[in-house]
């Protein structure tokens, strides 16, 4: 069931169909279902309207309507809504002010006036109070972020919509976020490490693939500028940098040039500015010299895997197997689920991540170990079994060899006796063949009278 409250707090309750939420990382989350009313209701009529909020119990979120469709089906009107997280209504929050920026105002000889601004670096916990405060939304750090961490923004920051001008701070202080209801979380990166497996035509029923080469650049520059003030002087230093991909060489790619870097920094002492090890570093973050890939992994039912699989996330970190046993290290992109529908499964969208040959060495090298630690572990059970079939044979052997002892010893016993009784058989027919016997014997007495 589905509930709909318009702004004047009027409400219905209905019965949903094809309720699909989908969640993307880095963006709000949607749903979209479809219902049926009786043309004779007309409530229906006046709770569907503009800023009505859709609340969906499966997920515990609440959702602004964005469009709705009315389609006549004979006696029934039926409904097709589509809906945004309520978080949506931060955007209703303008910020006309800003912060981080000093304007300063002065005359010439001439009387004339000049006005010029300059650029002060903003911690990350100012900024994002700045953002929230007054806007009915709440904001929550993880303690993996540093909240002291600076940024120094052209022309200040602020004068913007409060949702564009939090892109511009996750951007600039490297962070990511998520909404829950009116919750922004924010952390260094949301997801956890090593969340799932999905292997093709085991725990889901297809593993597709799409490679994406266009977004390929091989070479990036970079360009800083240091005022240093003196006095009444100033220096400026300027500090370049660039990078190629090794796969120029190695692979004979062609120069593909990604945006260059520029920026200004003032050396007063105070200010954040970049030294030439920090510019190496992010131009060479600038080069994206790997094809992008999108995974995406159909007939994934956690409902139905829920006892062997963790709740999967958009932003985890997991592995896919295809059918050529490759596994791919990939990270939640997109989650489209069903949550009133038990039967249908959850389609997961991945990302590649970027291809680093280190890391792929570590992970080969760590499987290889994970292996070889499993064959010793084999190997030293099968030693051992074959120590214990070994005493067992051993002992087999001894009994075999002191039972058959045994036995032959009987048997000579055994022979012996025959032999013995074989010779009193003999001694006894002897002496039935001796006359000297005859007539010694009682009952041969009796048998002669008899006879006369």
């Not at 300063?104 to 009387?111: L, V």
């Not at 924010?186 to 693939?209: L, P, R």
């Not at 051992?384 to 000579?412: M, Y």
Request: glycine share 6%; aromatic share 10%.
């Amino acid at each position: 069931m589905i509930s709909i409250k318009n702004a004047a707090g009027q409400m219905a309750i209905v019965k949903g169909q094809e309720v699909q939420v989908t969640s993307t990382l880095g963006s709000l989350d949607t749903v979209s279902f479809n219902f049926y009313n009786l043309h004779t209701d007309e409530k229906i009529g006046e709770v569907l309207a503009p800023f009505s909020v859709v609340s969906i119990p499966e997920t515990g979120e609440d959702y602004e309507v964005q469009t709705y469709n009315t389609d006549d089906v004979g006696n029934y009107m039926q409904y097709s809504v589509s809906a945004i997280q309520i978080a949506k209504r931060f955007h209703y929050h303008y910020i006309k002010d800003k912060i981080g920026v000093e304007t300063t105002t002065s005359k010439d000889n001439s009387g004339s006036t000049d006005t010029s601004t300059t650029s002060k670096p903003v911690k990350l916990k100012d900024a994002l109070s700045f953002l929230f405060k007054g806007s009915g939304f709440d904001v929550v750090i993880d303690k993996d972020l540093n909240q002291n961490s600076v940024k120094t923004f052209d022309d200040g920051f602020g004068g913007g919509y409060a949702d564009e001008l939090l892109q511009t701070a996750a951007s600039g202080y490297s962070f990511e976020y998520y909404w829950k209801n009116k919750t922004c979380y924010v952390a260094k990166e949301i997801g956890g490490k090593d969340k799932f497996v999905f292997v093709d035509n085991v725990n889901c029923n297809k593993i597709s693939v799409q490679e994406d080469d266009t977004a390929i650049t091989t070479r990036a520059t970079g360009t800083i500028n240091v005022t240093k003030q003196n006095g009444d002087n100033s220096t400026v230093n300027t500090l370049t940098s660039t990078y190629v991909s090794p796969l120029v060489k190695e692979k004979g790619w062609p120069i593909i040039d990604a945006t260059p870097y520029t920026e200004d920094f003032t050396d007063d002492g105070k200010s954040f500015v970049m030294s030439q090890q920090l510019l190496d570093d992010k131009v060479k973050k600038l080069v994206h010299d790997y094809p992008s890939i999108q995974y995406t992994v159909d007939g994934a039912n956690f409902k139905k895997f829920a006892r062997y699989l963790h709740d999967v996330q958009v932003g985890d970190y997991g592995y896919l197997r295809t059918r050529q046993g490759i596994d791919v290290e990939t990270r939640v992109q997109s989650i489209t689920s069903y949550p009133q529908d038990n039967s249908k499964g959850n389609t997961i969208t991945f990302g590649n991540l970027a291809f680093n040959l280190i890391d792929y060495l570590t992970y080969q090298h760590n499987q290889e170990n994970k292996y070889r630690e499993w064959y010793s572990s084999m190997s030293l059970k099968m030693n051992n079994l074959a120590d214990i079939v070994h005493k067992a044979n051993a002992g087999l052997d001894k009994f075999t060899t002191t039972w058959g002892e045994s036995q032959l010893e009987n048997t000579q016993s055994i022979e012996k006796l025959q032999q013995e009784l074989q010779q009193l058989l003999e001694s006894q027919k002897d002496k039935d063949k001796d006359p000297a016997d005859k007539g010694n014997n009682e009952n041969d007495d009796n048998s002669t009278k008899q006879s006369t």
